[in-house]
């Protein structure tokens, strides 16, 4: 009986190492998975965000290009049959003729721009977190038409980071034709 009485305050006086150490590593893995799943969900926030700015800069300049040849009287650049990568349009009012698209390099980024009117007005119409390149209008209007133009470039996310998620390159193509 005495026996008995030193095995139970034996077994009331805590974990053994044994249990601890199952104890630990359950909580390891657990803070483990929090961990990695809030570094997964920040990464893909971010490749998000990443891919949201190339895209809405990207569809902001089709539209605004898409606008200004609606807009315009004719093509003066690239004449018909002919590549160039810049577009050049004559528009009804002399606040904004000719208007000019063309790439310009600011020293660190290559930007898409837009100049009106004489003496020109430039603006950007990419900001400085994506490069621009690639910049291409094909006017394929036919003699008989005002003239249709095609146009493609490419937006890349400016990143100095090796991470993946902030790797993003897009091509953008769009057309009109003059009215």
Request: proline residues 0%; aromatic residues 18%.
């Given at each position: 009986m005495k026996h008995i009485n030193?095995?139970?305050?034996y077994n009331n006086r805590g974990f053994t190492l044994i249990e601890i150490l199952i104890y630990i590593t359950l909580f390891s893995l657990i803070i483990g998975a929090i961990v990695g799943l809030a570094i997964l969900a920040t990464s893909q926030r971010q490749r998000n965000q990443v891919v949201n700015i190339v895209n809405l800069?990207?569809?902001s300049v089709i539209s605004l290009i898409n606008q200004?040849?609606?807009n315009s009287t004719s093509i003066t650049s690239p004449t018909?049959?002919?590549?160039?990568s810049t577009l050049t349009l004559a528009m009804p009012t002399n606040a904004a003729n000719p208007?000019?698209?063309?790439?310009?390099?600011d020293g660190t980024t290559t930007h898409l721009e837009?100049?009106?009117g004489s003496p020109a007005v430039s603006t950007y119409l990419t900001n400085s977190h994506v490069i621009l390149s690639n910049l291409n209008f094909s006017n394929k209007g036919l003699s008989s038409a005002p003239g249709s133009i095609l146009?493609?470039?490419?937006?890349t996310y400016k990143t100095s980071s090796i991470l993946q998620e902030f790797n993003?390159?897009?091509?953008?193509y769009g057309a009109a034709t003059l009215l």
């Open positions: 030193q095995l139970k305050k800069q990207g569809e200004n040849i609606d018909l049959g002919n590549s160039a208007t000019v698209f063309s790439s310009y390099n837009i100049s009106q146009y493609s470039f490419t937006l993003f390159q897009k091509n953008f």
